[in-house]
């Protein structure tokens, strides 16, 4: 029986970390999950603050302990922006739900393309705070975003 392995990494400061799962077989080279701010307590008015484009809320009845859910853009790429009461529950409610809609942790021919492939919106995101922002296409598109939020 496998058990995944989780590692973290500190990035540059005491208050941003990596989480990479070290189990995944995939041939595609997955970003690692940033972990920025963990004391930070956010609203969306900061994210909108910090340059993101507020274009409409979603419903967050999918999402479990979800405050609020918005789609809009930076650098005209599509974000997500998902809010929990703390970073915690971000972590603990949030990582789950954002690895399913980036298609992280599914098998080696999902993730490619296969026949059973779904299209995802999003390829990576990152936990700023109590926030979860799905990014589109690589986590280096929202990076200035992720590091402006305060």
């Given at each position: 029986?496998?058990?995944?392995?989780?590692?973290?990494?500190?990035?540059?400061?005491?208050?941003?970390?990596?989480?990479?799962?070290?189990?995944?077989?995939?041939?595609?080279?997955?970003?690692?999950?940033?972990?920025?701010?963990?004391?930070?307590?956010?609203?969306?008015?900061?994210?909108?603050?910090?340059?993101?484009?507020?274009?409409?809320?979603?419903?967050?009845?999918?999402?479990?302990?979800?405050?609020?859910?918005?789609?809009?853009?930076?650098?005209q790429r599509d974000v997500e922006v998902?809010?929990?009461?703390?970073?915690?529950?971000?972590?603990?409610?949030?990582?789950?739900?954002?690895?399913d809609a980036t298609g992280r942790g599914?098998?080696?021919p999902f993730a490619v393309g296969g026949?059973?492939?779904?299209?995802?919106?999003?390829?990576?995101?990152?936990?700023?705070?109590?926030?979860?922002?799905?990014?589109?296409?690589?986590?280096?598109?929202?990076?200035?975003?992720?590091?402006?939020?305060?």
């Amino acid at each position: 029986m496998a058990f995944p392995v989780i590692s973290l990494f500190g990035c540059g400061s005491n208050d941003s970390e990596t989480l990479i799962d070290a189990s995944d077989s995939s041939p595609i080279e997955q970003d690692p999950v940033q972990i920025i701010n963990p004391s930070g307590v956010f609203t969306v008015d900061d994210v909108v603050r910090a340059g993101w484009k507020k274009s409409k809320q979603l419903s967050p009845e999918t999402l479990p302990d979800v405050k609020g859910v918005w789609y809009g853009f930076y650098n005209q790429r599509d974000v997500e922006v998902r809010i929990y009461e703390t970073h915690s529950a971000a972590l603990g409610s949030g990582m789950g739900p954002a690895d399913d809609a980036t298609g992280r942790g599914k098998p080696a021919p999902f993730a490619v393309g296969g026949i059973s492939a779904t299209r995802m919106s999003y390829t990576t995101y990152a936990v700023v705070g109590n926030l979860i922002l799905l990014c589109e296409i690589k986590i280096e598109d929202c990076q200035n975003l992720l590091d402006t939020i305060k």
